[in-house]
């Protein structure tokens, strides 16, 4: 229970070179956030940091607060793991480190050559476990099985005891969180190949894991539901994270009416989700082309989020087609403008 407290004072620093953590892993938000200028900085400093009261473990909060302010507050993280190699740094820490670099290169021979260091530190870096499972990887099954593979390794190593005091804190606990990266890249190759009952079930693993999914796979794991024609489920997982104001949510909600026989409660989430981002239906019926890229940051109620949705919707659309023509009607008869 010691490691889960300490990584807690950890996770309440505000400040990292003039940085909110909340701008590096807050997905929950109405504004998506842009993009820092180094995706792990809030990472790498809290890493740093949570080592320290490994070692130093504060007798209170208040004690906590004070040394933060002290030894971290206005410091570069760089600054701070120089020092930290100076102490108690083992090479799991700078495995991780070297990933870091290594995930922040433009080049694949960069980041490849940082993964065969990192592995040779730390076998069980679950960073490079995922990039390595997917260079050696014969094809798309083998990739899985690989990652699989990948995640019951760093689960063993770090413990039964962790994972179940941990389970309901992963990602808030700084240390699990290249782990999460692992969980997530399964998840999302399961999607690509359709494998929609395994994805179903590593998202569900995902959350219990980490209920605030700072990962954002819920959307995908509501798509998933409706995909497989799993209404009820669906209506569970919208009624566990209400985010009606937000494009997918909102018409995933009608296909959720619609599967349920609701076709009253279908209407009226079609009007809804018809407020919430009357863009959707320009790209959804055809009237307009999706962009070839999308950069992956969106602000509510605009045409960004409208691509976001689309390209999220974009399973569901496939398997459920007579509700994207009723809907179509239902609009023409309303003498819906979408243009």
């Known amino acids: 229970m010691k490691r889960k407290k300490q990584i807690q004072i950890v996770d309440e620093v505000d400040d990292v070179d003039g940085m909110d953590e909340g701008d590096f892993d807050d997905f929950d938000s109405g504004q998506m956030p842009m993009p820092p200028h ?46 930290a190699r100076k102490g108690d740094w083992g090479d799991a820490d700078e495995a991780q ?29 679950a960073d490079a476990l995922l990039f390595t499972s997917m260079r050696h990887a014969q094809d798309r099954d083998d990739a899985i099985r690989r990652i699989r593979a990948a995640i019951t390794q760093v689960e063993a190593a770090f413990g039964p005891e962790f994972m179940e005091e941990n389970k309901g804190h992963f990602w808030g606990n700084v240390f699990t969180r290249p782990y999460m990266r692992l969980r997530l890249g399964l998840f999302e190759i399961l999607n690509e190949e359709e494998r929609w009952d395994e994805a179903i079930a590593e998202a569900e693993a995902m959350l ?23 209404a009820k489920a669906a209506r569970a997982l919208m009624k566990r994270y209400p985010e009606g104001h937000m494009a997918v949510h909102a018409w995933a909600n ?44 969106y602000s509510p109620g605009t045409e960004s989020e409208a691509v976001y949705c689309m390209g999220t919707l974009m399973p569901l659309l496939l398997a459920h087609e007579k509700i994207i023509l009723w809907m179509a009607e239902t609009l023409a008869k309303r003498g819906t403008n979408l243009h």
């Open 254 to 297: 009608v296909f959720e009416k619609h599967l349920s026989n609701n076709k009253e409660g279908a209407r009226k989430a079609l009007a809804a989700a018809l407020r919430c981002n009357p863009h959707v239906p320009k790209y959804m019926f055809g009237m307009k082309r999706l962009p070839s890229e999308f950069s992956g940051y």
């Open 97 to 125: 480190e070297i990933m870091f670099d290594a995930m922040a290169s433009d080049s694949q021979d960069g980041l490849m050559q940082g993964v065969d260091k990192a592995l040779a530190l730390d076998p069980n870096n």
């Open 208 to 230: 219990e894991l980490n209920p605030n999914d700072n990962q954002g796979v819920r959307d995908h794991l509501l798509i998933d539901y409706l995909t497989v024609g799993n």
């Open 38 to 83: 180094d995706p792990y900085l809030s990472e790498r400093f809290n890493r740093v940091m949570g080592r320290y009261f490994e070692r130093n473990t504060p007798r209170n909060i208040e004690e906590a607060n004070r040394v933060m302010q002290s030894r971290f507050a206005g410091r570069k993280v760089d600054d701070l793991v120089v020092e």
